[in-house]
């Protein structure tokens, strides 16, 4: 039944965990409306044969007095409020199934540019236009632009999630079988919008962890294969190199540890060291969670959101850093989340914990903890 209506309703190949419930929604909605049209459509053309004007009826027979009954009226609109709250009550778990990515959800980086897309894997890998995972593992997509709104669309995944400058966005998918699938670039980003395709590369685990160690993908996937246009090739990693390490570098290029400490020792900005997932205090005297998006947002615009007890004195660098470096910065940030300040910070910038691991860990020295998804 699936498969008919699949092929009726011309979808894609259902190759992720979630595609068959976004495809059970969208046949819910199909079928719906359908029968739903179907039988007004009957039951109107039966009242016009059989209440037709006949020529005995002289005017227009009329009888006020003759109403429906209650218990028929009553029906039909207790019916269609509880079919909007079905079909609410559906749409919204799978909204969520959607929008929740699992625990143990492998990272990946996507940065959109015009007219490309970008992906820094956890492991320190990068490629072009083209996105491989392992089979059967979910896989958490981290996506930003670094200059117009584009928007990610796996048809195959039935996920689709804009980019948007300046701010991370999420979406999250298991690929269910091994093979190819077409990425589009789904939001108008300009000339070169049409050719802004990509491929997801569903590898098995096996293959995907020799990709990794650089080499060459098996050839022998099947699926359409996809050529990418000129300007895009892919890059297997050429060495060992973590996200964290790569934003340890970026961070000393482009003078970020002048004003930051990687130690929790006070400087002019604050420091690295136990700050991720941290309430911070603002200077409007507000409070914030120091997320992803967040510190994305304070690298991007640092007069955003200024951190009570610091002077607001820190460049943006919004189109200052290449794809995949502020993700390696806040890949670093994430990896010092278990290091302890080791003095008081000037002012009021020490936070408060959220949750988790106690302070009293680590001191001094960037100790990379193993970040969340780390490959098998
Ligand atoms: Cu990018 Cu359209």
Redesign the pocket.
Known sequence: MNEILRLILFLPRQASTLARSVDYLHYFVILTTIFGSFAITVIGGYFVIRYRRRPEDGDFPRNPAKKPPLLMEGSVVVGLFALFIGWWAIGNRLYLELRTPPANAMRVYVT?K??MWKFAYPEGAQSLSMLYVPRGRPVELILTSRDVI??FFVPAFRIKQDAVPGRFTTAWFEASSAGRYRIF?T???GAG?ST?LGEVVVLEPEVYARWLAGAAPNATIPGPVYTPPAVVGEAAPRQELSLPAMGKAVAARLGCLGCHTLDGAAHIGPTWAGLYGRQVPLNDGTTVVADDAFLTESIMDPGAKVHAGYPPVMPGYFGRLQPAETAAIVELIQSLRDVAPAAPQKGAAVGTPVAGPSLDGVVGGAKPTAAKGQPR
């Open positions: 959109a015009q007219w584009h928007s670039c939001e108008y980003c919008h802004m």
